[in-house]
């Protein structure tokens, strides 16, 4: 079946552009994450969804960044003012968000490349 | 707050060696526990976790890894390295009670010499 897909696969911005990253999880995976994947730093947490609602953004770095996901489905992290720090590799897993351990697993897209020139 | 440590940032070994990678997390609480693996080009996966039960975990590839609670340590090991097992690897935690978000390491990075 189809993986998690994430696009663009890269995206070049210019410092202080608007940009919007999107990531499609597999079919009936409820829980959605993003990370960021800087060189050295591994993988920063930055906000999960459980259906449509946040409970947890606190790895937000800042009030520039947000994240949408509707119908319990897609999902889109937008990203304002862009700043040179902002490059990394923003990564989407989802999981099937239930009790039990098969559904604690995470499975991951490719990842959105993000350089701020 | 939660944090994992991942002691060794490079490691390079030799075909046929032995492998352990060390993993560190705090958090008093009861926690799952994930070994992900990124080859080259590729897409993170997972390698094994620990659900609960048998602290001792097999994953895939012949990898293993020992749950043990007294030291918050969850070192993942394989008795002789390959030439493709060369990826990065991290080590994962989250908590049961809570938002149930995920720790990550800040990963290893593996080369294994032919």
């Known amino acids: 079946g189809a993986g998690v897909s994430q696009s663009p696969s890269n995206k070049v911005t210019e410092k202080g552009k608007d940009v919007e990253l999107r990531c499609d999880p597999i079919?009936?995976?409820?829980?959605l994450y993003w990370y960021r994947q800087s060189l050295g730093q591994g993988l920063e947490f930055l906000i999960y969804?459980?259906?449509?609602?946040?409970?947890?953004k606190s790895g937000l770095p800042s009030d520039r960044f947000s994240a949408e996901r509707t119908g319990g489905s897609v999902s889109t992290l937008t990203i304002q003012r862009t700043q040179q720090e902002d490059s990394a590799v923003y990564l989407c897993?989802?999981?099937?968000?239930?009790?039990?351990?098969?559904?604690?697993?995470?499975?991951f897209g490719p990842g959105t490349r993000l350089t701020v020139l | 707050a939660q944090s994992v440590s991942q002691h060794n940032h490079h490691v390079i070994l030799s075909e046929a060696a032995s492998l352990e990678l060390g993993c560190n997390y705090s958090?008093?609480?009861?926690?799952?526990l994930f070994w992900y693996v990124q080859y080259p080009g590729q897409h993170l996966q997972l390698l094994l976790k620990?659900?609960?039960?048998?602290?001792l975990v097999k994953g895939i590839k012949g990898f293993e890894a020992e749950f043990i609670k007294s030291k918050f340590s969850f070192n993942l090991r394989k008795p002789s390295v390959q030439w493709s097992d060369t990826a990065e690897y991290f080590c994962?935690?989250?908590?049961?009670?809570?938002?149930?978000?995920?720790?990550f390491g800040t990963g290893t990075r593996l080369k294994v010499l032919a």
């Open positions: 969804f459980q259906g449509n609602s946040a409970p947890d």
């Open positions: 897993a989802s999981s099937l968000g239930q009790p039990g351990s098969l559904g604690i697993e995470q499975f």
């Open positions: 079919s009936g995976h409820t829980a």
């Open positions: 994962a935690v989250r908590s049961v009670s809570g938002t149930y978000k995920y720790i």
């Open positions: 958090y008093g609480g009861t926690v799952n």
């Open positions: 620990y659900f609960s039960g048998d602290p």
